[in-house]
């Protein structure tokens, strides 16, 4: 009923930048917000921020001040723009759903900070 779709990880040097996309199908895809989560080696899995189907938005702490979102609705992708990246921010980048009590997960992209 949902899929997600993550792209737009990649190398970047501290301080750069990057947009992370989700691109969300299925049925009930028009019907979900996404939140993103990720995961550094080692470590558990945390949440980063939540973007709702109504426009709020909710960020972690962690990367508060450094993300915007935006949204092609045509095509229902949700993006995660994220600045001033530092090598703390590496992980694997995931994007969530929750349609009727159940949690779908991207495959997850790539996000490796380093100069």
């Known amino acids: 009923q949902v899929r997600l779709v993550e792209s737009g990880g990649g190398l970047v040097q501290p301080g750069g930048s990057l947009r992370l996309s989700c691109t969300v199908s299925?049925?009930?895809?028009?019907?979900?917000?996404v939140a993103w989560y990720r995961q550094a080696p080692g470590k558990q899995r945390e949440w980063v921020a939540t973007?709702?189907?109504?426009?709020?938005?909710r960020t972690a702490d962690s990367v508060n001040g450094r993300i915007s979102f935006s949204r092609d609705m045509a095509n229902n992708v949700w993006y995660l723009q994220m600045s001033n990246l530092q090598p703390d921010d590496t992980a694997a980048y995931y994007c969530?759903?929750?349609?009727?009590?159940?949690?779908?997960w991207g495959q997850g992209t790539q996000v490796t900070v380093s100069s």
């Open positions: 973007a709702a189907i109504g426009g709020a938005t």
């Open positions: 969530s759903a929750v349609f009727k009590d159940r949690t779908y």
């Open positions: 299925g049925s009930a895809s028009s019907r979900v917000g």
